[in-house]
């Protein structure tokens, strides 16, 4: 038995289609804070989807430990958030926070925390030849700590 090419080619299509809707329904969960959507164009929503696929993490919010900073120097280098040198660029990292963070109120927490993450671990942080991402292990995990602890929201929270 040989199925006709035509069907064939309608099949991939069709299961091309359907990855694609279901990229876009993850990356909306994925870009959401307290339940409102961050501000972000859909580029951006695709670098998340992008890095997420990379590290093979089915969520944001449930990121194994051993991949959570991989994933974290993914997302940095795709939104360019790093020096020349491979540090952590303060400056642009804190214009982005302040640019696509939702609600309104959870900005100045953010950027505290954020804060208090770069100044205890930031230095550290080499990514050039750090393939395991180890150098980003101590600053990736507080900054999704802090991310976890002001964006999950109840129903989250609950299950
Ligand atoms: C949302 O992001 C765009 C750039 O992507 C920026 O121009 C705009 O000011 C941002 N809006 C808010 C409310 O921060």
Redesign the pocket.
């Known amino acids: 038995m040989c199925l006709p090419k035509v069907e064939i080619v309608v099949s991939v299509v069709v299961l091309v289609v359907m990855m694609g809707g279901l990229q876009e329904v993850v990356a909306q969960e994925e870009t959401m804070c307290r339940g409102v959507a961050l501000?972000?164009?859909d580029k951006?929503k695709g670098m998340i989807t992008e890095c997420l696929t990379e590290s093979k993490i089915k969520s944001v919010w449930k990121i194994p430990a051993d991949k959570l900073s991989c994933f974290g120097v993914c997302i940095l280098k795709k939104k360019e958030l790093l020096t020349a040198e491979g540090k952590l660029d303060h400056d642009k990292i804190f214009s982005y926070v302040?640019?696509?963070m939702?609600p309104d109120e959870v900005k100045k927490p953010m950027k505290d925390g954020i804060e208090k993450c770069l100044k205890e671990h930031g230095d550290k942080v080499q990514v050039k030849d750090d393939t395991k991402c180890m150098t980003f292990l101590e600053a990736g995990q507080c900054v999704h700590d802090v991310f976890f602890e002001l964006c999950m929201d109840d129903s989250r929270r609950r299950r």
């Open positions: 501000n972000m164009t951006q302040e640019m696509v939702k």
